[in-house]
T-cell receptor, first 113, second 112 residues
Framework: DQQVKQNSPSLSVQEGRISILNCDYTNSMFDYFLWYKKYPAEGPTFLIS?????DKNEDGRFTVFLNKSAKHLSLHIVPSQPGDSAVYFCAASAMDNFNKFYFGSGTKLNVKP | GAGVSQSPRYKVAKRGQDVALRCDPISGHVSLFWYQQALGQGPEFLTYFQNEAQLDKSGLPSDRFFAERPEGSVSTLKIQRTQQEDSAVYLCATGTSEYEQYFGPGTRLTVT
């Protein structure tokens, strides 16, 4: 039973436009959320995080939005660049089991030049 | 080295063989995680160490899976009597706290 879901396996965006990657979760105990980026043959690298006390966190071109009532988070990349092409995973953990992270299945982003 | 390293990078095992996968953490990182990533899926939590203590092994799928970190640094994930369903990429991640994870490149295990 997947507690974190990324329903879009792939997304294609033109360079310079906005990329929006979505993630839904089912466990209302989750209070910390992260996005990772993964290139082929490498491990995931941390991108940005957000705790449940916030609804937005921004870091340069990357912004994560959290909608707790909808149990939904999204990652916005603007402007998108070809180097952003990778697989993006969202992950979540709960305060009562903070070391256990649940990952979505990933969305493959392709940014076209 | 600067990052988390894992060895071997690729491992082919015949069904029934035992395998040992190694993770070398970033120096000073007290937290260490093992994940299993099946094809087309996200990483799935296996186990967590804080220094040498294995604080959570709830994700280990069966008693054929065993992990250790005897001196609080290098960790080994051992899989006994491998089965085809064990074929996956095994990822190690380390950090200075439970909230921080730097991933290694993974070991791709193929059981034939």
């Amino acid at each position: 039973d997947q507690q974190v879901k990324q329903n879009s396996p792939s997304l294609s965006v033109q360079e310079g436009r906005i990329s929006i990657l979505n993630c839904d979760y089912t466990n209302s105990m989750f209070d910390y959320f992260l996005w990772y980026k993964k290139y082929p043959a490498e491990g995931p690298t941390f991108l940005i995080s957000i705790s449940s006390i916030k609804d937005k966190n921004e870091d340069g071109r990357f912004t994560v939005f959290l909608n707790k009532s909808a149990k939904h988070l999204s990652l916005h990349i603007v402007p998108s660049q070809p180097g952003d092409s990778a697989v993006y995973f969202c992950a979540a953990s709960a305060m009562d089991n903070f070391n256990k992270f649940y990952f979505g299945s990933g969305t493959k982003l392709n940014v076209k030049p | 080295g600067a990052g988390v390293s894992q060895s071997p990078r690729y491992k082919v095992a015949k069904r029934g063989q035992d395998v040992a996968l190694r993770c070398d953490p970033i120096s000073g990182h007290v937290s260490l995680f093992w994940y299993q990533q099946a094809l087309g899926q996200g990483p799935e939590f296996l186990t967590y160490f804080q220094n040498e203590a294995q604080l959570d092994k709830s994700g280990l799928p069966s008693d054929r899976f065993f992990a250790e970190r005897p001196e609080g640094s290098v960790s080994t994930l051992k899989i006994q009597r491998t089965q085809q369903e064990d074929s996956a990429v095994y990822l190690c991640a380390t950090g200075t706290s439970e909230y921080e994870q730097y991933f290694g490149p993974g070991t791709r295990l193929t059981v034939t």
